[in-house]
């Protein structure tokens, strides 16, 4: 018991700090611009792909290295060129074109890598266990996974809150007329901005990829928990962000860990269930199988009772 | 009245046009199509009661479409066993019910506000079927699917519905029988106060209605149609699986109605029609079809907001003042590179997903019913420089046809958007 609490803490954790590499782009971009980024994932499927592409050739550090800003370079030619003339038909249509892009870009990846799963692995100098605890072993990849996330958390907490660029994109999120008229150029430091959290969720492909594994389906499993996280956390809260990464991380990891369902539960009640009827599955079913749906019952509860989530002010 | 008459006629050539097709096109491929479309029709149109007349954008419109689907070919199975008396063409009203119900409950909770939290309770509620439906095997048969066979229901007043021809007609039937209604629903009060939520929902509250109540409607009479479409989609392949309830068809189907144009009744069909015929005959020539599709989605969103119904909606007050002949030579010369342009992009498109699927050795790509060795620079630097040179060239030309058009508009104003 104690070593699956200690191992999916720490899975949860490398899982959770992934999502707030992605999160935390996705919330700053919604706080400036209002528009929830749907082909947000589609980057960090890209940035994965890129860094495969690039590790092929030249190995894994490379890719690391010039994978990301390939992927901030890209996002923010969508935002000039895309988003931002299709910002005058409104927040509806920007949200049906970061839908269409997703699209677009999950049909690229298929049309330039093709359907299966690329062979993109860990480089050799991280393949070993780094420690192990009864018998089960820890990479040393996920300890170098969580300690890029600590540390662009880290570098992204100080950049915002101490640099003078920092305290530039916290105004124009709140003030960004006022901050034009003092001469900062507002629209450059949106396409900045985009361009930054896209790269992040580049990077978080780069270091994910290998151990999620690198396929064209990538996006859309992690696409919409990112979404929980954000709305979850408070739209346009980082501290939001971050903690409801690290509890939908924790929350799946555990919930694949228990093996009980809700007829063991009834059971113990003293209450028999039968197999027979076709809505048994509802209460057969263990905790462990219906992991996958359970931040997105988070998701909607939070939306019907919290729509401001945990840490946000400001509604959906 | 003349209005009334001349929106009775288009009712009736559409009639007849579904009538007489399976005549023209007798094969049982082009049947199957027509079959796919019409079903695409009734759940487009159901999409856009929501999207285009409520202005609820939902990420998640499969689930009614799915369930309903799924509660259809439980019950032809039942009935099928000889559980109890069901007539097969009743089959997609047991969808209707189901997605009926299903909208009532996830619609009493997610129809408070419009806007992005609707969108995102739509996405958070589509993620939790699908991913359900792979879960609750009993009630999904998980990836394989529930299978029933429809020839095992009650004949109905003596017709079998035996063979492609009737089951088309069958589906034509219910095609054009939904259509209708909900055409009706957009001009009762209901459908009128609900393009008002839409457009100023503060307002609508003032007046005296409650804009969640008739967003509720709205959403139900949606869930009703989509089931309709999922019952017929089980009655014709006689399977459903998890598919029908994904996000996959889900974004299907924004992008059909998306492109044939939100804004009008008929954009949707004409949305399902183009989608179903790219699907269909595109996919025979090219892999990467989708790719396809989504550049046009992309492209209507970022050029054509009103759709493919807006661009034809745009030239009627030109033809009907009969300057449509003064267009012809601008649309020529942007149409040309354009073309051009095209033929580059397509062409460039091809050779880079070849070189991702070739076996090894393989160097040659059939393509315009030409050869060419990706493996020389000549194929690419010729398609680049027509994707590039046909950008540019009908760059240079779209200021003059926006000339012509201003020249030609016989309202001063410029064409309605909407």
Known sequence: ?????????????????????????????????????????????????????????????????????????????????????????????????????????????????GKQMVDYHEPALLAFPLFSLWGTEFPAYKAFMLAVSIGIFIALFVVLTRSRVGLIIQAAITHPSQVAMLGHNVPLVFTAVFGVGTALAGLAGVIA????????????????????????????????????????????????????????????????????SMLSDLYSVTVAQIAPILPYLLLVLILIFRPTGLLGKREV | MSGFARRNAIWWAALVLVVLLPQVARSGASIAVLDQMCIMVIFSLSYNMMLGQGGMLSFGHAVYYGLGGYVAIHFMKMAG???????????????????????????????????????????????????????????????????????????????????????????????????????????????RMANAVRDNPERVEFVGYSQKQIRLITFMAAGFFAGIAGGLFALNYEIVTEEAVNLTTSGVVLLQAFIGGVGFFAGPVIGAVVYTLLQTLLSNYTEIWAFYVGLIFVATVMYAPTGLTGLIMMHLPIARAGRLRSLALPYLRIGLPALACALGVIGLLELLHFLSVRATGQAVKRLFWMKFDVDQPLPWIVFAALALGGFLVARRMAPRLAAAWAAANPHAQGARAR
Not at chain 1, 67 to 73: D, E, N, T
Not at chain 1, 249 to 269: C, E, I, P, R, W
Not at chain 2, 105 to 121: D, E, L, P, Q, Y
Not at chain 2, 133 to 146: A, H, N, P, T
């Open chain 1, 1 to 113: 018991m104690l070593e699956l609490t200690v191992f999916s803490l720490l899975n949860g954790l490398v899982y959770g700090l992934l999502l707030f590499m992605l999160s935390s782009g996705l919330t700053l971009i919604f706080s400036m611009m209002g528009v929830l980024n749907f082909a947000h994932a589609s980057f960090y499927m890209l940035g994965a792909y890129l860094a495969y592409s690039i590790s092929t050739k030249v190995g894994f550090w490379p890719g690391l290295v010039l994978a990301p800003p390939l992927v901030g370079v890209l996002g923010a030619l969508v935002e000039r060129y895309g988003l931002r003339h299709v910002h005058r038909y409104g927040h509806v249509a920007e949200l049906i074109f970061t839908f269409g892009l997703a699209f677009l870009i999950q049909e690229s990846v298929v049309l330039v890598w």
């Open chain 2, 81 to 191: 066993g000889g559980a109890f008396f069901l007539p097969l063409p009743l089959v997609p009203l047991i969808g209707g019910i189901a997605g009926l119900a299903f909208g009532l409950v996830f619609g009493s909770f997610s129809t408070n506000r419009a806007g992005t939290v609707f969108a995102m309770i739509s996405l958070g509620i589509g993620e939790l079927i699908a991913a359900s439906s792979l879960i609750f095997v009993k009630f999904s048969g998980g990836e394989e699917g529930i299978t029933a066979d429809r020839t095992g229901l009650t004949s109905f007043f003596g017709i079998h519905f035996r063979g492609e021809v009737p089951v088309y007609y069958l589906i034509a039937g219910w095609m054009m029988l939904s259509a209708w209604l909900m055409y009706r629903f957009s001009r009762t009060p209901v459908g």
């Open chain 1, 209 to 276: 990829g290998p151990v999620l594994s690198t396929f064209p389906g990538m996006a859309a499993v992690l696409g919409s928990i990112v979404f929980v996280v954000i709305v979850v956390g408070g739209l346009g809260s980082l501290a939001g962000a971050f903690i409801a990464s690290l509890l939908i991380g924790l929350l799946q990891t555990f919930a694949v860990a228990v093996n009980y369902s809700m007829k063991d539960l009834l059971a113990a009640f003293g209450v028999a269930t039968s197999r027979a």
